[in-house]
């Protein structure tokens, strides 16, 4: 079985100050790792995801994950965040490079950047 | 640039009715699934579907639901007599080949059934 955990609900941090949204996953086998946002009233966007390689992975707006695999994370990370940052982020893992193999998600971290 | 699209937004309905949820993946995606999140919790996996058959399914995805893909631009998600419990909002999402299988998802749609 696959589970990922997101510890925060909400983070709060001001704008221009680094952001960090943690997750750790527990997957059999090689984890694939994915990072999408959650506007109101708007589906999932996808922002980033770890397939393999270099463990740090960039994507959409800023935005970069590092896969740690000794200690079973990916957590997000942007450098200076911006108020339109503010979102519903979530994690998710599958365990198979394959199409059609379903995600699981965390439960959210909802952030909020105030300026 | 190409977005799953999924109507209606909300739907109302009535316990014991049926529904059907629709979704138009992206033109090029072979590969199709729902998903749904109940108010305060998780997304969770329904089901995924290639080919014209259900390539996985979860427990919730029980003989209450079916998918079908119609024709060659939408893809339905049917729940034959809903429940209370059912309601949630339900995404759509689709990948391909060329997004080294990345799933986009849809906007959803908010089912409430009364």
């Known amino acids: 079985a696959q589970s990922v955990a997101q510890p925060e609900d909400q983070v709060n941090v001001a704008e221009g100050n680094p952001l960090t949204v943690k997750c750790t996953y527990s997957v059999s086998g090689n984890p694939y790792l994915f990072w999408y946002v959650q506007y109101p009233n708007r589906g999932l966007q996808f922002l980033l995801k770890y397939i393999t390689g270099d463990n740090l992975v960039k994507g959409s707006y800023g935005f970069e994950a590092e896969f740690n695999k000794s200690q079973t994370s990916f957590h997000l990370k942007k450098p200076s965040a911006l108020v339109s940052d503010s979102a519903l982020y979530f994690c998710?893992?599958?365990?198979?490079?394959?199409?059609?193999?379903?995600?699981?998600f965390g439960g959210g971290t909802r952030v909020l950047v105030k300026p | 640039e190409p977005e799953v699209t999924q109507t209606p937004s909300h739907q109302v309905t009535q316990m014991g009715q049926e529904v059907i949820l629709r979704c138009v993946p992206i033109s090029n995606h072979l590969y199709f699934y729902w998903y749904r999140q109940i108010l305060g919790q998780k997304v969770e996996f329904l089901v995924s579907f290639y080919n014209n058959e259900i390539s996985e399914k979860s427990e919730i995805f029980d003989d209450q639901f079916s998918v079908e893909r119609p024709d060659g631009s939408n893809f339905t998600l049917k729940i034959r007599s809903t429940k209370l419990e059912d309601s949630a909002m339900y995404f759509c999402?689709?990948?391909?080949?060329?997004?080294?299988?990345?799933?986009?998802f849809g906007p959803g749609t908010r089912l409430t059934v009364l």
């Open positions: 999402a689709s990948s391909g080949l060329e997004s080294d299988y990345t799933q986009y």
């Open positions: 998710a893992v599958s365990s198979i490079k394959a199409a059609g193999n379903k995600l699981t």
